[in-house]
């Protein structure tokens, strides 16, 4: 891969775009509403828990069900410490860029790539913010222009398969980095500055609540 002039993006940018906002997903985030490792040590708990029961119920002593209970317990923890190494790795080797005039999303484990998304395919983009702070921002693309679900994973929306929606995931103060999204949108569109309100959920475990930012469907058709 050759040398970044600006950390994030391939290329320097044009005469009169400048960077307005860098970060990265958190790895912490991305191992839980990515690779669901609560999920994970749930379902492993809940196995280590029957295979002991059924060994006891069997016949067999409580040091063959603490043997059986162990064996489950060390599969599970090695699961969920290849998850969160996964999530580590993606989370080292991403940088989100908003600048004034496109969303750069640089990622790749293996081999790092940068998907370039000008404002003017973005047809609106949402907030979803956690009681952390950290949130995602998805970006819903306007035209013809599509993009492609697994080569976007994991910064996509979950479940968008056929319009799928590139996706600021994991982001430590979101709220921040949709307000500057938000402004730059506007601002391209010749409107006010758009100040996007940080919605934190009750808990940390709750769903998360979607804010809609600028409409961008008009600026696209212009």
Known sequence: MKPEPIPGLPDDLP????????????????????????????????????????????????????????????????????????????????????????????????????????????????????????????????GPDRAAYLSLWPHVRPWRLNNAQPMLRGVPDAAKAAEVLGAALAEKAGQSPVRVARTASARPAARPRRQPMPDRAAAANS
């Open 15 to 142: 005469e009169g775009e400048r960077v307005l906002w860098q970060g990265a997903p958190d790895w912490k985030s991305l191992a839980v509403h990515v690779f669901h490792i609560r999920f994970v040590a749930l379902y492993f708990a809940v196995l280590m828990t029957w295979e002991a029961s059924a060994t006891l119920s069997g016949g067999g002593g409580a040091g063959l069900a603490a043997s059986t209970a162990s064996l489950q317990a060390l599969t599970g923890a090695a699961a969920i410490a290849l998850l969160c190494l996964f999530a580590w790795l993606i989370a080292r080797s991403t940088v989100y860029t908003i600048t004034s005039g496109r969303v750069v999303i640089r990622a790749g484990v293996a081999l790092p790539k940068a998907v370039n998304i000008p404002f003017a395919i973005i047809g609106s983009a949402a907030l979803n913010v956690r009681a952390s702070g950290h949130g995602d921002i998805p970006l819903q693309l306007s």
